[in-house]
């Protein structure tokens, strides 16, 4: 991690927004860079880039992201920059800072991170794994025979205190009992099933 910076600097934070949901390979994902003026002087314009990079493919592929015309920041405003869609790649997607250009100023000008450390170039910002269709398809089966074993089981439990039940139903009371414990066996079953196939 760099140093913390002085409040006296001229500077900007910066914030990757990910998507939360699981991302699998094929599809696509949005990133948002937001950047906040943190200091007491306004953002003069200029130019803001980073990359996309994948470690599991050679070290030299990247993607530009890279906005030339950011205009003024006014001390405490914040800008999202225009979202870029990416398709995802299986693996590692990791944005990595690259260059903070302003223009018409002499003053020092840095990029700090959400906890205040100062970025460098070359740094990285933000990453996402994103699963292979295989992955995803393994997990699900996985997920499948868990809750068809849950079921099993359930089912043994329900056809043994069926049984008890049968052996023990005198009253119209025991009757109605076992009707909702029916229902919401069936109905929690149902919901397993649904909730393991997707």
Request: with cysteine.
């Amino acid at each position: 991690m760099g140093a913390r910076t002085s409040q006296d600097q001229h500077k900007l934070q910066c914030v990757v927004k990910l998507p939360e949901n699981v991302i699998v390979e094929d599809n696509e994902y949005e990133i948002i860079y937001s950047l906040t003026n943190v200091s007491e002087i306004d953002f003069p314009g200029g130019l803001f880039e980073c990359h996309l990079k994948y470690p599991t493919w050679e070290i030299t592929f990247a993607v530009q992201h890279k906005w030339a015309g950011i205009g003024v920041i006014k001390s405490g405003d914040t800008l999202e920059l225009k979202p870029k869609k990416i398709k995802a790649v299986a693996g590692p997607n990791v944005f990595i800072f690259k260059e903070l250009d302003t223009v018409e100023t002499t003053q020092k000008f840095i990029l700090v991170n959400e906890n205040g450390y100062e970025i460098k170039g070359g740094w990285f910002i933000g990453d996402l794994r994103v699963r292979s269709i295989e992955e995803k398809n393994t997990e699900r089966s996985l997920r499948i025979t868990v809750y068809s074993l849950i079921i099993l089981i359930g089912a043994q439990i329900f056809d043994w205190a069926f049984q008890k039940w049968i052996a023990n139903l005198i009253c119209i009371q025991n009757l109605t009992i076992f009707g909702i414990i029916l229902f919401a066996s069936i109905t929690l079953f149902t919901l397993l099933i649904r909730r393991g196939l997707k």
